[in-house]
């Protein structure tokens, strides 16, 4: 968001640039979010450095979910569908009668779908699976009036299998290459060999109690409690991408990565007015274990002759060398104090002043615990202590129409890299934003705009490098340049009919690349802010037709464009532009069995675009590159009761 993207977010030493939040939960890594879970009543997406209304501090922002509570009364919400490449979804919400005054409600998933480029050896799975599936527990109890207990407990697995990488350019000699190995660029079908496809199973669950008091009728006490546990395990089956190519040379690359995280958290709000002022004022702890481990493996040997694959009966390390190729353990630990205040002065009618701050206090410690199979006996340790803060000026021109001006700090925790050989430590980054924007509804709320622009400085860019010789290990240095990001959002929804609703959202980013000295060739670097395309735009447009006799019609396009960004922060290649059109036309409110009906047809990538969203250059070797997924399309049913 903004720029800021933290590139290699499952790390438990790295914090996240953008914060992630399901029922006001603070989620530590994004792995285990499992989105498609939940029965999403809204999402509300802050931009820009947080930290003094709730949760973690972030640098760029802070998307918040939030799922229907249970209603007491009974209620069924049942989705079924099928598509192409064998697709297929069943989701269930189910709304329980009130019981002893305690409302359940029970949230189900489970979607498959086969794999988008075909295995050659059919003992073998495909690459893009999806398997997916999770269930919810929701109870709301109100054991007195001003007082409010909502328990979940979720749990979600993915069981999905890794994209398919293709070899796109090599600076290997051709003397070397195999014959079966051909440069190959867009989209296939069919692998170039037969080698194994793993599972990448995850686990995350957790447990979260939000309790709510009204003290008065202007003051409320708010707690939520949560316990989250993630096991994540990746194998990414690159076949040969990174090879080294040459008679009875290993092949392949077969990554074997893993994730063990556990998170609790408590955080306390008072929410409340007094007069003209309107105030949050909250603590919050966070205590996060994580073990993180990786291997790479080969998956067969290149013959005497170079012309074929002889395969492991299963995969070994690659080179021969011990392992893990790497192993630690992380412990993090983060206390705030925060709070913010609106005064919005009756004798000054419109006028908004805001002011907000946030001490953080963060301490890491971790051990590496393994490098090539040895233990280095390599520790580390990070404590700061700061205080952030942030101001608002907003006027209301008239009920219709808001402006202000924004400025605001926030700062992202250092620690150390465990994917480094010598747990190499780095320091905190900080950022200072100034935005200024306009709200406006006009022509009787048919037309609503949205802009906002910004600047922004990032001190101490914390910046990985790969290492050429060891693929698998990066070291994250603090840059000494300063950053300028800079861009406009804006946002534009038109109703010009009571049929027809569309809409546009334009984000510009201008994030010029930071020179940085690389630390492995001592060259000059190009730093970029990785996945953030120089302009992005989105079209809607809604129409529902003139009422059926038997139900509602309604259609819904959308079409995107972004591209020409890099897939990392210290790689070159770009990733493709490109212009998709999705689309589903919804045949709704059809009356059945004391029930209602619901039928789509929906399409992803309509045109069938093709574009490569991720190139990962190895010096001396080649690039693999992965494209995007093909059109995708099917019919859905939904049933409500």
Do not use: C
């Not at 580390?380 to 700090?409: C, G, Q, W």
């Amino acid at each position: 968001m903004r720029g800021l993207v933290p590139v290699d977010a499952t790390q438990v030493t790295r914090d996240p640039t953008v914060g992630i939040y399901i029922d006001s939960v603070y989620v530590g890594r994004v792995s285990g979010l499992g989105m498609e879970l939940s029965d999403i009543e809204r999402i509300e997406v802050l931009r820009g450095p947080q930290g003094t209304l709730f949760g973690r501090n972030t640098i760029g922002g802070a998307v918040s979910i939030v799922t229907r509570r249970p209603t007491g009364e009974f209620g069924l919400d049942l989705r079924g569908g099928f598509g192409n490449y064998d697709s297929r979804m069943v989701a269930a919400h189910l709304n329980l009668p009130s019981i002893g005054g305690i409302n359940i409600k029970v949230d189900g998933l489970y979607s498959d779908r086969g794999g988008l480029v075909m295995n050659p050896d059919p003992s073998f799975l495909d690459y893009g699976e999806i398997r997916k599936y999770g269930f919810k527990i929701s109870a709301h109890w109100e054991p007195a009036d001003g007082v409010s207990i909502l328990y979940s407990y979720d749990q979600s697995h993915d069981e999905s299998t890794s994209a398919y990488s293709d070899i796109t350019a090599t600076d290997q000699a051709a003397t070397v290459r195999p014959s079966f190995i051909t440069l190959r660029e867009g989209r296939v079908r069919t692998g170039r060999i037969g080698v194994p496809v793993l599972r990448n199973p995850q686990r995350a669950a957790g447990h979260s109690l939000l309790a709510e008091w009204d003290l008065t009728d202007n003051l409320t006490l708010r707690s939520i409690t949560a316990w989250r546990d993630l096991n994540s395990v990746q194998w990414d089956q690159d076949t040969g991408a990174v090879t080294t190519w040459g008679p009875n040379r290993t092949f392949g690359r077969l990554s074997y990565a893993l994730v063990d995280q556990n998170q609790f958290s408590q955080e306390l709000q008072l929410v409340g007015e007094a007069g003209d002022l309107s105030y949050v004022v909250g603590g919050y702890y966070f205590n996060e274990n994580g073990a993180d481990e990786a291997i790479v493996y080969s998956a067969g040997r290149l013959n005497a002759t170079n012309t074929g694959l002889v395969l492991f009966p299963a995969p070994v390390p690659d080179g021969g060398t011990a392992i893990p190729d790497r192993a630690a353990r992380v412990n993090v630990r983060s206390t705030a104090v925060f709070g913010q205040f609106t005064w919005s002065p009756s004798a000054l009618e419109g006028l908004h002043l805001t002011a907000g701050l946030r001490y953080t206090d963060d301490s890491k410690d971790g051990l590496l615990t393994a490098i090539r199979g040895a233990n280095p006996n390599l520790n580390f340790e990070f404590n700061s202590s700061r205080i952030d803060p942030m101001a608002t000026i907003a006027y209301d021109f008239s009920d219709d129409i808001n402006a202000y001006v924004k400025v605001s700090r926030a700062y992202r925790a250092g620690g150390a890299n465990t994917r480094s050989s010598i747990l190499r430590p780095f320091g905190e980054e900080e950022l200072v934003a100034w935005e200024a924007g306009i709200k406006a509804d006009l022509f009787d709320r048919r037309a609503r705009f949205n802009l906002a622009a910004y600047t922004s400085e990032l001190s101490n860019q914390q910046v990985d490098f790969i290492n050429p010789a060891f693929v698998s290990n990066t070291e994250t240095v603090n840059a000494p340049e300063t950053r300028q990001i800079k861009g406009v959002e804006l946002d534009v929804t038109l109703a010009p009919t009571d049929n027809l609703l569309l809409g546009a959202n334009y984000v510009f980013t201008d994030a010029p690349p930071t020179p940085v000295v690389n630390i492995f060739s001592g060259a000059i670097q190009q730093v970029s802010s990785a996945f953030t395309p120089r302009h992005a735009v989105t079209f809607t447009a809604d129409y529902t037709f003139p009422r059926l006799s038997f139900g509602e019609l309604r259609l819904h396009l959308d079409a995107n464009t972004a591209g020409n960004y890099f897939a990392n922060n210290t790689v070159t290649y770009q990733a493709d532009s490109a212009f998709l059109i999705n689309g589903r036309l919804t045949l709704s409110d059809i009356e059945v069995a004391g029930g209602t009906l619901e039928l789509a047809l929906w399409v992803k990538n309509l045109t069938d675009v093709t574009y490569n969203y991720f190139d990962f250059r190895v010096a001396s070797r080649q690039t693999s590159t992965i494209y995007n997924d093909p059109r995708t399309y099917g019919l859905q049913a939904r049933v409500r009761f």
